[in-house]
């Protein structure tokens, strides 16, 4: 009864918050009336005289449906989640303050276009008239209420155009190239393992077998640059791979504490593609996209559609989309020419430098040179103040100040073969800390009408790197790479760019500028009318050199497999090729698996894997149980093959380990499937995989029964949708489930097209990554598009529209997209007008 009470009460506080969606609000600064209709789900259309008001109306909105995320998320970025939930955010906000990400957004803003900080400041003037109206934070939000226990004296600051700029950073900062890799092969080569070994863990890109984004005739690059180099790593000296080991070891668990609010890992990832009219059953092109992201609720994105009512120069919008929680316009989307997806591109376009510091200063081509040093204080919530210095070289700030385990890291660090005697610091180099021009490239998106204007809107885009699709209404498809890719060179012979860190006192190694944008990759109208964008190889050649460490493609073969196969694609193919479910690697491994010999119990397992295409669904069918079996059979085949690896970084399941074990395969002496816990014993592939197959139907036994036909993947691959404070260490359970949803059953896995991600180093199945949205664009006929959100509009816990998309998104089910007036009107379910004071009605 307790737990029932305890409820009522919080929906009975929380539903204050809730937004008005009818009727007339009075909002300071409009110079006109603005209509705002809301859809059966709440998602908002809306329409003004002006941009200024557009964009004041849209920040009013978005403050009305999720101010708290809002809020949340311009602390985290400032290094200020401490003062809102107390210690706990103490460890991310050193990480954030040392990078410096409020820092350079205030950099930032003064940089930008004219027009583009006049939109900004709009957004944030809506978004304070919200703030007004509400008087108080427990009349925002619930989670205010709950927080108030440890912070009563909480009041919310007014929204400012850097608290939107912010947010940026954290889009890059988790959708960066994935550099742990880095420093996880300067640890790895400290160890007894042979640099064979460890570069057996690094594959080179299967070109051939899947094919990159842009083949040799879709684009050819520049003359090759002093920068290209192969993307498999070379053998070289053991000695010199170890540099820095012990400061590396800091510097990767200082990173670690950063918060992930997109995500992170092999999990994240994002499929986009368009095809050609040529190709589709409409004669004008379709678009999809879903970037894969880590779930929560609310989620990622927000939806709406943002419509001046007469366009003009002064007032160039319509447009609909997606957009994140506090910034304004429309991050990916159409407008009523072009339409465009986004995947995380994925350049190295960070690295990490090995600092000889010494008191004040640090080394640099043979002078000792003064560190940056700036002092910064955390006000923690209930807790007294936190000062730290933060120190920065040329390169960037030394992350690992971060974490106190640096003061005796390094002492058995070696430089070139020969050991030292001074103890190594590491910086950071990362392009989004410096400004950039991304707020300009989303709303020269917004507004473009043409691939020029495309592009010229693409080269604005300076972080994150993203493969950027495009389509129009006039029947044209295109693809462009964007963003700042640093020019550097590798200071370790015969690896890539950026694959181990550099010595930061030697100035030969450092970045030399950016890739000029018309040496980045594009496509107009390739021959084979359809481009499929998942994370995948940009090209098979090596310069401009962008990583060397690519998703490595099977969702992106399968799409390609799938539209090649289909002579007349429709937007409903579209759609289902959004949720296949087929694991494309499985079949290979499959038939090793199924030619090991086994005990009878064991073999009743076994059996569910023959005739098995590879299928991951979540229903009662038999594939979905020989799903279950290979999966856990999977996950216990990468820990007994991998079990030396520490667990930060043993082998997630991902598309690069599907390579490394197919490799392996071919090599059934090799030592890594040597078990170093038996002496004596030397083991080979047959007998760990017959292990797996033993120890994944005795987990499976006690997990699901012992009748392997009644297995369903969906028991054990289930997402809990957390919330991201309340969720936390220290709030009640019963609290908590206010906020949460969970034990949602999906489908799908890891490197397959719907890619509901798991983490195999990890207890169990649960899914971490996903289609954090999903969207279809049918540019003949814009009002036909579809869409779903992975949650709801709103971030108010039991509003209607909280988590009503969840149950479509998990069947891989959309809702119509209305674009045009008529079309909104049709499907609006709450009409509200917003005036500027002096034109209330008197009553």
Same mark, same amino acid.
């Given at each position: ?81 401490? @003062? ?30 004219? @027009? ?21 934070? @427990? ?55 042979? =640099? /064979? ?33 192969? +993307? ?25 504490? $950063? ?11 994002? &499929? ?16 999809? &996209?879903?970037?894969? =992201? ?9 939806? #709406? ?13 319509? #447009? ?28 190295? $376009?960070?690295?990490?430098? =090995? ?23 955390? /006000? ?75 592009? /010229? ?29 640093? $020019? ?143 999966? +856990? ?36 002496? &090799? ?50 949708? /957390? ?18 949803? @969970? ?10 097209? &719907? ?20 969207? #279809? #664009? ?53 009409? =509200? ?11």
């Amino acid at each position: 009864m307790a737990v029932v009470g305890t409820s009522i009460v919080a929906i009975s506080v929380v539903r204050q918050s809730f937004p008005e969606t009818s009727g007339e609000l009075q909002i300071e600064g409009l110079t006109s009336s603005v209509t705002v209709n809301r859809d059966g789900r709440g998602i908002p259309s809306i329409y003004a005289d002006s941009a200024s008001d557009l964009f004041r109306a849209q920040g009013f909105v978005s403050a009305q449906d999720r101010f708290f995320e809002m809020d949340l998320r311009r602390h985290l970025t400032a290094g200020r989640l401490s @003062e809102l939930v107390g210690d706990s955010g103490v460890d991310k906000d050193k990480v954030i303050r040392t990078m410096g990400w409020r820092r350079v957004a205030e950099q930032e803003l003064p940089r930008l276009a004219p @027009e583009t900080r006049q939109y900004l400041q709009a957004y944030a003037d809506g978004v304070n008239a919200y703030i007004k109206q509400a008087g108080s934070p @427990e009349k925002m939000s619930l989670e205010y209420t709950v927080l108030s226990r440890r912070n009563p004296n909480y009041r919310v600051e007014p929204w400012t155009p850097v608290d939107s700029l912010a947010w940026l950073k954290a889009m890059a900062w988790d959708l960066r190239g994935d550099y742990n890799d880095e420093l996880a092969r300067a640890r790895l080569s400290r160890t007894t393992r042979s =640099l /064979k070994q460890i570069n057996l863990l690094y594959p080179p890109y299967p070109v051939d077998r899947n094919l990159p984004i842009l083949s040799a005739q879709d684009w050819q690059p520049a003359a090759e640059s002093d920068q290209a180099a192969s +993307a498999e790593p070379a053998a070289f000296s053991a000695m010199q791979s170890a540099e820095g080991h012990a400061a590396l070891d800091s510097a990767l668990a200082s990173v670690d504490a $950063v918060p992930s609010s997109l995500g992170r890992g092999d999990g994240i990832g994002s &499929n986009s593609w368009v095809v050609s009219g040529s190709r589709t059953t409409t004669g004008k092109p379709l678009l999809a &996209n879903d970037p894969h =992201l880590a779930l929560s609720i609310p989620g990622i994105w927000g939806q #709406v559609n943002l419509q001046c009512r007469t366009v003009s120069a002064a007032c160039p919008f319509r #447009v609909s989309g997606f957009t994140f929680s506090g910034l304004p316009g429309v991050v990916i989307g159409h407008n009523d020419k072009i339409a465009w997806g986004m995947t995380n591109l994925g350049p190295d $376009v960070s690295d990490f430098f =090995l600092e000889q510091v010494t008191g004040d200063a640090y080394l640099r081509d043979g002078a000792n040179t003064p560190l940056v040093q700036r002092k910064e204080v955390i /006000k923690v919530a209930g807790g007294a103040d936190v000062p730290i210095t933060v120190r920065s070289t040329v390169h960037g700030p030394i992350v690992s100040d971060v974490v106190p385990a640096i003061d005796t890291a390094g002492d058995r660090s070696v430089v070139r073969g020969a050991a030292q005697s001074n103890r190594y610091a590491v910086s950071l180099a990362w392009t989004a800390l410096t400004p950039g021009s991304t707020a300009d490239a989303i709303f020269a998106l917004n507004r473009a009408g043409n691939w020029s204007d495309f592009r /010229k809107a693409a080269a604005l885009f300076s972080v994150p790197s993203q493969n950027l699709v495009y389509a129009d209404t006039a029947g044209h498809i295109g693809y462009q790479a964007p963003g700042k890719i640093p $020019v550097r060179r590798s200071s370790t012979p015969g690896a890539p760019p950026g694959f181990w860190p550099s010595p930061g006192w030697d100035s030969q190694w450092d970045w030399k500028g950016y890739v000029p944008f018309e040496d980045l990759p594009q496509s107009f109208d390739p021959a084979e009318g359809f481009i499929v964008t998942a994370n995948q190889a940009v090209s098979a050649s090596q310069t401009p050199f962008l990583t060397s460490e690519w998703d490595y493609g099977f969702r992106a073969q399968r799409i390609r497999t799938l539209l090649a196969a289909t002579p007349k694609v429709s937007p409903e193919t579209m759609t289902q090729i959004q949720g296949d479910s087929r694991n494309t690697y499985a079949p290979g491994l499959v038939e090793r698996l199924l030619a090991v010999q086994v005990d009878d119990f064991t073999a009743q397992a076994q059996r569910l894997l023959r005739d098995w295409d590879g299928s991951q669904p979540n229903d009662k069918s038999r594939d979905s149980a020989s799903a279950a079996y290979y999966n +856990a059979v999977w996950k216990y085949l990468l820990e007994l093959t991998f079990d030396e690896l520490p667990p930060d970084i043993a082998p997630d399941g991902g598309s690069r380990w599907m390579v490394v074990m197919e490799q392996l395969l071919k090599d059934p002496k &090799n030592d890594w499937w040597d078990d170093k816990t038996t002496p004596g014993v030397t083991e080979g592939s047959g007998e760990i995989l017959k292990r797996a197959l033993v120890e994944a139907r005795l987990d499976l036994a006690r997990e699901l029964g012992k009748v392997p036909a009644t297995w369903r993947w969906g028991r054990l691959h289930q997402l809990d949708l /957390k919330h991201q404070v309340m969720g936390a260490d220290g709030v009640p359970t019963v609290v908590q489930s206010l906020f949460d949803r @969970e034990d949602i059953e999906l489908g799908g896995g890891n490197s397959i097209v &719907n890619a509901n991600s798991w983490n195999a180093s990890k207890p169990g199945y649960d899914v971490t990554n996903g289609p954090s949205m999903r969207m #279809v #664009v049918d540019l003949a006929n814009l009002d036909a598009s579809r869409w779903v959100n992975s949650t709801g509009q709103s971030g108010h816990t039991y509003d209607d529209h909280y988590s009503d998309q969840v149950d479509a998104w998990a069947a891989n089910e959309t809702f119509p997209w209305p674009f045009s007036q008529n079309a909104v009107r049709d499907a609006s379910a709450d009409e =509200l007008t917003l005036i500027p004071p002096k034109a209330a009605t008197t009553p």
